[in-house]
């Protein structure tokens, strides 16, 4: 099945310059230049909304680009098919799209002042905005576009000389990607379909099971250990449990089986998670953690470790934090840390491995690209074999059913077990998600038989 068409939408390379007599919005307050300077990118109605830093340039530097230590990516949009239809008011893809039809609104709002939770309101101030029309169209032909690169200035009204001015550049790629979905939780044992459009197909299989030992990792066609139905009785019969105090939550492990029955994938518990000490909560200090192997000379091969803990609640109440390692091929060389971030326990979210601008600056000119760009900025690549997005997943909040929807990059799956690691990674992630639970309050239905187990 063909992967679906996404479009990511790159902001970056930002570089202030103000005016000695410039002031904040409403007259008042010292020159920006005695704060740091933030920007705010937001991309037509999507929800999401980017914040990073922007470094002021002396007043008197040239029209030239900003020198390369200021170029970085301070936002990234990744739209869907659906999303795009929804920018046009029709399908995207449609070569008979009106006019207009297409065109997305990028807004980027520059402020001086500090970005922390607790006074932000009070502190910063407005130094001015800039709106740019995207026409997204221009990348249905698979090519890169850079919409703009240079300066722009700040505002309306005023002669220029009297404004700030942002350099920013902004660029749409085409980033296709193949989509995978649960059909249930994952400790459910459930199906995984892959989705193109409106198409639906089965192409792997989930088992989840709770092994007794660590080390019991069987490599073989589907047992009547890991059998869906056994598992999912074994895990349904004590839904209402309210677990004790102290008590572990150990041995659980999902095996992605493809539609012959044979193992692809497995994710499996190695470290339990165990409340600290005084405590009924996973600490960072003592995370627990899962491997994610593949199948390699009849036998399972650590391909990646998932460490996760319960985070203290900010603003935004307690979170899972979360670090993924790739693993070396040998046993000897430490792991590369792809991704590490804290998704809300209440709302839940989206695990990520996005690794756009870790290597080349990614708004940088490529020879399919049109307009212009910034210099080429090299980075140390934490992996040469993974770049730009890899892959995404959703998680559900604590305490409540999640259905994973995965998206994998396309250049990062050369065969089904490719997928396959992903899709256990996702699993894990999302069972993760109630390890962490404090120990005080029950797990959701299908995983206190899990730790009754124990």
């Not at 001015?128 to 576009?145: C, K, N, W, Y």
């Not at 899962?290 to 390699?296: E, N, T």
């Not at 998932?306 to 979170?319: C, F, H, N, S, T």
């Amino acid at each position: 099945m063909d992967p679906c068409p996404f479009v990511r939408v790159l902001v970056g390379n930002l570089a202030l310059k103000v005016p000695v007599a410039a002031r904040p919005a409403g007259g008042s307050g010292v020159h920006p230049s005695a704060y740091p300077c933030f920007a705010t990118v937001r991309l037509d109605k999507l929800p999401s909304r980017h914040t990073a830093a922007v470094p002021l340039l002396p007043p008197d530097h040239a029209d030239a680009p900003p020198p390369p230590a200021a170029a970085s990516l301070a936002a990234g949009f990744h739209l869907s098919k659906a999303d795009l239809d929804r920018i046009a008011g029709r399908s995207f893809f449609s070569p008979a799209s009106p006019s207009g039809a297409g065109t997305a609104k990028l807004k980027v709002a520059i402020y001086s002042g500090g970005r922390g939770t607790t006074c932000w309101l009070r502190s910063r101030r407005l130094l001015g905005r800039v709106s740019l029309p995207l026409d997204l169209r221009e990348t249905a032909e698979g090519r890169a576009v850079v919409f703009h690169s240079g300066w722009v200035t700040l505002g309306k009204g005023a002669s220029a000389a009297a404004k700030a001015q942002l350099y920013l550049t902004v660029k749409a790629e085409v980033d296709p990607r193949f989509v995978f979905e649960f059909d249930g939780e994952p400790e459910r044992s459930p199906q995984v379909f892959q989705v193109q459009g409106n198409r639906r197909q089965p192409v792997y299989t989930c088992s989840f099971s709770c092994r007794h030992h660590s080390g019991e990792w069987n490599f073989g066609s589907r047992s009547a250990q890991s059998d869906p139905s056994s598992s999912r009785r074994r895990c349904s019969s004590f839904g209402s449990e309210r677990e004790r105090p102290g008590k572990e939550r150990k041995g659980w492990s999902v095996t992605v089986h493809d539609l012959s029955g044979s193992p692809v994938a497995l994710a499996s518990m190695v470290t339990p998670f165990v409340a600290s000490p005084g405590t009924d909560r996973v600490s960072r200090s003592n995370p627990g953690a899962w491997l994610i192997l593949r199948p390699g000379d009849g036998t399972w091969q650590p391909w990646g470790r998932l460490e996760a803990w319960r985070e203290r609640g900010g603003p935004a109440g307690d979170g899972l934090g979360y670090r993924f390692e790739l693993l070396p091929d040998t046993a000897a060389g430490p792991g590369v840390t792809l991704a590490e971030s804290t998704i809300s326990a209440s709302k839940g979210g989206k695990f990520a491995i996005d690794l756009t601008g870790a290597g080349a600056n990614p708004l940088a000119r490529t020879p399919s690209s049109s307009g212009r760009s910034g210099e080429l900025v090299r980075r140390p690549s934490p992996c040469p074999g993974y770049r730009g997005f890899v892959m995404s997943s959703t998680v559900a909040s604590e305490g409540k059913g999640g259905r994973p929807a995965v998206e994998v990059g396309v250049q990062h799956v050369g065969c089904s077990e490719d997928a396959a690691a992903f899709v256990a990674l996702a699993a894990a992630v999302d069972l993760s998600m109630n390890a962490c639970r404090l120990f005080s309050h029950k797990l959701r239905r299908g995983l206190s038989s899990a730790a009754a187990l124990w």
